[in-house]
């Protein structure tokens, strides 16, 4: 073989695997290992690294305390050489408002740290930051945090926050909590010795507790098991004749939210009235000042769900139109990136959810939101399947090595007296394994960016000037927008939420004699307004992928330099100059 001949196969094998390196890896200027998790302390420290790392994307404010006296930080990303945050459409990001949700905050992370590197090397995600802001609060709820790394839970457990409260209205707060009595760190499951119990030990795997068979026999008579499940692991402290029914704090911060609040005897957990708790109260606060956020995502978890309003049956009517094919059209694409991930709504695939978060966003603030469930069992077989018991058991051995489980232990109860103690850790559910961390970030990840890249971005289609007589002018302007979300929602537009946007003409010695919007793109009329045609009050926005027309008659002199602002909350003004001419 010759020498051309042989440097030509080599080229050819070797460009691809460069290509994809530079694809796949990004420097780090934050050595952040994306296979584990992270109490509150080493995410405060992540947060100040990444911080430091890129002072010219990221900034860094305290927004409030818990009810621990732990900071709240939101951590702002924009290019200020591309105007201030606030002059461009925001995205706000968080998780963890459950306490045990802990991935969220990895995945909230997971964005921060991947934008920034991205920043100047993917065109896509540079693009994007340009043109946009971003706002991150990494936890909602860094106290049921910290109590779910630090103190004995369950996967469930500490998903509240951590203000005292009496949850059996027993007059005492948090007096019968959890109780570990095997020692492992964790809070498992409880069985207790019964002769007429409902399972046994399985033979080949006595790891395994399965269900007897309810059916009576031939000769009539019913098999028993040697063991009925007695809940989680604890004992009754209060002497009630309940365990672990009173634990630390005890309250739901996404029950809380002014949107449809409802009252603790309606939705458990709501608190005595809406942004009772100062994480609450300082996260609305803060938002409330940023009405230029247009898009938002909250991330929980378990159970593959990408998540839209309303949270009640009769809030369905308030998603309508051109809101509905929005979510669909991005949920639509969020079920592509994520795999065994569906789109659906609070009320209807899920529960009755009173004082939401995302609910309080889209409904009272006109905000495209959505809360991602992160993690499936589904992804443990990669067939969309959800696993058997036996399943989960060889696949937590074959692949974590039994680091999520607790050999079954037989101690003595007060109450019970025989009982087996042990199961599953809290690390064994609703969490993907470290090695699996990473990618479900990601996935997630993307989705949300696809979902920042669809805020408004608007522009002046076409500008035309025709002379009608005179010193007369008529000026059609057609207004775009290249993205799927409106500028203003048809919630926001219907119940006068935040401001309209503006179209203004104006320029030395003209009078703006008529003007109003064109119901037809091509048509010959337009619905002239009553008062100050200069301004136009767009109370509708621009549609999401579609444009508006707009006509103004105006006086003015020949060669007069006229200037055309759109202008609103949730997407960067635009500007154009331009000038009466005579030419076709």
Same mark, same amino acid.
């Given at each position: 073989?010759?020498?051309?001949?042989?440097? @030509?196969?080599?080229?050819?094998?070797?460009?691809?695997?460069?290509?994809?390196?530079?694809?796949?890896?990004?420097?780090?200027?934050?050595?952040?290992?994306?296979?584990?998790?992270?109490?509150?302390?080493? %995410?405060?420290?992540?947060?100040?690294?990444?911080?430091?790392?890129?002072?010219?994307?990221?900034?860094?404010?305290?927004?409030?305390?818990?009810?621990?006296?732990?900071?709240?930080?939101?951590?702002?990303? =924009? =290019?200020?050489?591309?105007?201030?945050?606030?002059?461009?459409?925001?995205?706000?990001?968080?998780?963890?408002?459950?306490?045990?949700?802990?991935?969220?905050?990895?995945?909230?992370?997971?964005?921060?740290?991947?934008?920034?590197?991205?920043?100047?090397?993917?065109?896509?995600?540079?693009?994007?930051?340009?043109?946009?802001?971003?706002?991150?609060?990494?936890?909602?709820?860094?106290?049921?945090?910290? =109590?779910?790394?630090?103190?004995?839970?369950?996967?469930?457990?500490?998903?509240?926050?951590?203000?005292?409260?009496?949850?059996?209205?027993?007059?005492?707060?948090?007096?019968?909590?959890?109780?570990?009595?095997?020692?492992?760190?964790?809070?498992?499951?409880?069985?207790?010795?019964?002769?007429?119990?409902?399972?046994?030990?399985?033979?080949?795997?006595?790891? %395994?507790?399965?269900?007897?068979?309810?059916?009576?026999?031939?000769?009539?008579?019913?098999?028993?098991?040697?063991?009925?499940?007695?809940?989680?692991?604890?004992?009754?402290?209060?002497?009630?004749?309940? @365990?672990?029914?009173?634990?630390?704090?005890?309250?739901?911060?996404?029950? =809380?939210?002014?949107?449809?609040?409802?009252?603790?005897?309606?939705?458990?957990?709501?608190?005595?009235?809406?942004?009772?708790?100062?994480?609450?109260?300082?996260?609305?606060?803060?938002?409330?000042?940023?009405?230029?956020?247009?898009?938002?995502?909250?991330?929980?978890?378990?159970?593959?769900?990408?998540?839209?309003?309303?949270?009640?049956?009769?809030?369905?009517?308030?998603?309508?139109?051109?809101?509905?094919?929005?979510?669909?059209?991005?949920?639509?694409?969020?079920?592509?990136?994520?795999?065994?991930?569906?789109?659906?709504?609070?009320?209807?695939?899920?529960?009755?959810?009173?004082?939401?978060?995302?609910?309080?966003?889209?409904?009272?603030?006109?905000? %495209?939101?959505?809360?991602?469930?992160?993690?499936?069992?589904?992804?443990?077989?990669?067939?969309?399947?959800?696993?058997?018991?036996?399943?989960?058991?060889?696949?937590?051995?074959?692949?974590?090595?039994?680091?999520?489980?607790?050999?079954?232990?037989?101690?003595?109860?007060?109450?019970?007296?025989?009982?087996?103690?042990?199961?599953?850790?809290?690390?064994?559910?609703?969490?993907?394994?470290?090695?699996?961390?990473?990618?479900?970030?990601?996935?997630?990840?993307?989705?949300?960016?696809?979902?920042?890249?669809?805020?408004?971005?608007?522009?002046?289609?076409?500008?035309?000037?025709?002379?009608?007589?005179?010193?007369?002018?008529?000026?059609?302007?057609?207004?775009?927008?290249?993205?799927?979300?409106?500028?203003?929602?048809?919630?926001?537009?219907?119940?006068?939420?935040?401001?309209?946007?503006?179209?203004?003409?104006?320029?030395?010695? %003209?009078?703006?004699?008529?003007?109003?919007?064109?119901?037809?793109?091509?048509?010959?009329?337009?619905?002239?307004?009553?008062?100050?045609?200069?301004?136009?009050?767009?109370?509708?926005?621009?549609?999401?992928?579609?444009?508006?027309?707009?006509?103004?008659?105006?006086?003015?002199?020949?060669?007069?330099?006229?200037?055309?602002?759109?202008?609103?909350?949730?997407?960067?003004?635009?500007?154009?100059?331009?000038?009466?001419?005579?030419?076709?």
């Amino acid at each position: 073989m010759n020498r051309s001949r042989l440097f @030509s196969i080599l080229l050819a094998v070797v460009i691809p695997v460069a290509n994809a390196s530079a694809q796949q890896q990004l420097t780090d200027k934050v050595n952040i290992a994306w296979n584990r998790f992270y109490d509150y302390p080493e %995410i405060l420290k992540m947060s100040n690294d990444l911080v430091n790392a890129y002072p010219n994307l990221l900034t860094l404010q305290e927004i409030g305390r818990t009810s621990q006296n732990r900071p709240l930080i939101v951590i702002t990303l =924009n =290019n200020p050489a591309t105007g201030a945050d606030t002059s461009k459409p925001a995205m706000w990001i968080d998780g963890n408002i459950h306490g045990n949700e802990i991935q969220a905050t990895e995945t909230v992370m997971y964005s921060v740290d991947y934008l920034c590197k991205a920043y100047g090397k993917v065109p896509a995600l540079t693009e994007l930051v340009d043109r946009s802001a971003f706002y991150f609060l990494p936890s909602v709820n860094p106290d049921g945090r910290a =109590n779910w790394f630090n103190q004995q839970n369950n996967s469930h457990s500490s998903r509240t926050g951590m203000q005292p409260t009496d949850d059996d209205r027993d007059g005492v707060c948090d007096e019968d909590g959890p109780d570990d009595l095997d020692g492992d760190g964790s809070i498992g499951q409880m069985w207790r010795k019964d002769p007429l119990g409902t399972h046994r030990r399985n033979a080949r795997d006595p790891r %395994i507790l399965e269900r007897v068979s309810t059916e009576p026999r031939p000769d009539g008579t019913i098999e028993y098991g040697d063991w009925s499940y007695a809940g989680s692991e604890g004992i009754d402290n209060d002497g009630d004749g309940r @365990s672990g029914e009173d634990g630390p704090g005890g309250y739901d911060m996404n029950r =809380n939210w002014p949107g449809d609040w409802q009252p603790d005897h309606v939705q458990n957990g709501a608190g005595d009235y809406p942004l009772c708790f100062p994480e609450t109260k300082s996260i609305s606060q803060w938002i409330l000042k940023h009405p230029n956020i247009a898009a938002a995502q909250s991330y929980h978890n378990a159970g593959g769900m990408i998540l839209r309003g309303p949270g009640a049956d009769y809030l369905e009517g308030e998603y309508v139109g051109a809101d509905r094919s929005t979510y669909d059209a991005i949920g639509a694409a969020g079920a592509e990136m994520l795999p065994f991930y569906r789109p659906m709504v609070i009320y209807k695939d899920l529960y009755t959810v009173h004082g939401g978060f995302v609910n309080w966003l889209a409904e009272s603030l006109g905000v %495209i939101t959505f809360t991602n469930e992160l993690w499936t069992d589904k992804r443990i077989l990669q067939n969309g399947a959800d696993p058997s018991p036996e399943q989960m058991t060889h696949w937590r051995d074959r692949l974590l090595f039994g680091q999520t489980t607790t050999d079954w232990k037989e101690l003595q109860h007060p109450e019970f007296g025989t009982v087996l103690v042990g199961g599953g850790n809290k690390w064994s559910t609703r969490i993907p394994p470290p090695f699996m961390l990473e990618e479900e970030a990601h996935r997630n990840f993307s989705f949300t960016a696809f979902h920042a890249d669809q805020m408004p971005l608007v522009k002046f289609q076409s500008i035309h000037v025709a002379q009608l007589s005179g010193d007369l002018w008529m000026i059609t302007i057609e207004v775009a927008n290249d993205r799927r979300i409106p500028t203003r929602t048809v919630r926001a537009s219907l119940k006068h939420i935040g401001m309209p946007d503006h179209l203004t003409l104006d320029g030395s010695n %003209i009078t703006v004699v008529s003007a109003g919007p064109m119901p037809q793109r091509l048509g010959t009329t337009f619905e002239p307004v009553r008062f100050n045609p200069q301004d136009l009050q767009v109370e509708g926005g621009i549609g999401g992928l579609s444009s508006s027309t707009f006509r103004f008659i105006v006086q003015g002199k020949l060669g007069t330099t006229m200037r055309v602002k759109y202008s609103g909350e949730k997407f960067r003004d635009i500007e154009e100059s331009f000038t009466l001419s005579a030419k076709p």
